[in-house]
């Protein structure tokens, strides 16, 4: 139940959906780690079971089980969701249970969402709580300025759909490197499956245009990977594509680093 009072602080959910955020276990923030340290059970498919058996002091159950039992990805996040909600369930008046992910628990979290839905059919409650996103790592990383004006698809989303983009504006395409994927764990060509994405993106943008594909770091003893190219010659980057790889189009009106500090900061005479 949302309050109406915005003085009064939210009621206890039963069940927390958490992202460590991009950058993984050490950006975790104050409201995440007190909440992990009290949590009656964590449920996460992330590669920090060890960290969070170390400050939980509840039940710690690693979903890779769930996620690597079949090839059908709908299927193997809706197990997930089902498992957290049921946790928010055995918890309900005894404390609460946390739902964790990577980046933030409800961008490109399927799972986040379904148990949203569901929580009222349930009878529990479900609260997310903000965390970094691969939007917030890519500003920092990429340094292109795209705060005033960005159009952000899922890769999928944005094919499927033709969306027509505003070039002179910059566009974000989240799951390029899983763009085309039908099953977990797929083999296949990455440049056969990504062409009809890269081949569309050519007959929208000038050859010339600054292209990115950003590989966000999810742990902290990794850095971002930044490949650079253009839209004419996009087809290199799938060499370098990874799933969950973010693709960057620049825009014709974008704002560099360099053109806003010659602007703010203009060189003497």
Request: net charge neutral; aromatic share 10%.
């Amino acid at each position: 139940m949302k309050r109406e009072d915005l003085r009064v602080p939210d009621a206890q959910a039963d069940l927390y959906l958490v992202g460590l955020g991009i950058g993984g276990f050490d950006r975790r923030s104050v409201e995440v780690d007190n909440l992990l340290k009290s949590a009656q059970k964590v449920l996460h498919l992330t590669a920090f079971d060890a960290d969070l058996r170390r400050l939980s002091a509840g039940d710690v159950v690693d979903l890779e089980q769930v996620y690597g039992t079949g090839s059908d990805p709908r299927q193997a996040y809706q197990e997930m969701a089902t498992q957290a909600l049921l946790a928010g369930v055995d918890a309900r008046g005894k404390g609460y249970a946390c739902f964790l992910t990577y980046g933030h628990p409800l961008f490109l979290v399927d799972s986040g969402w379904w148990i949203e839905q569901a929580a009222a059919e349930y009878g529990i409650t479900v609260k997310a709580i903000p965390a970094t996103s691969f939007l917030d790592s890519l500003l920092i990383d990429l340094g292109a300025r795209f705060d005033r004006a960005v159009q952000s698809y899922e890769a999928n989303v944005f094919f499927r759909y033709q969306i027509q983009p505003d070039i002179r504006f910059p566009v974000v395409l989240s799951q390029f490197g899983s763009f085309g994927v039908g099953r977990l764990r797929q083999r296949d060509n990455l440049y056969g499956r990504l062409a009809p994405l890269t081949r569309r993106l050519r007959d929208l943008y000038p050859t010339d245009r600054p292209v990115a594909a950003v590989l966000s770091a999810w742990r902290a003893d990794m850095a971002p990977q930044i490949a650079h190219t253009t839209v004419g010659e996009i087809d290199t980057l799938a060499s370098s594509s990874h799933s969950g790889m973010s693709l960057y189009i620049g825009g014709s009106e974008e704002w560099t680093r360099s053109r806003r500090n010659s602007i703010l900061y203009p060189r003497p005479a």
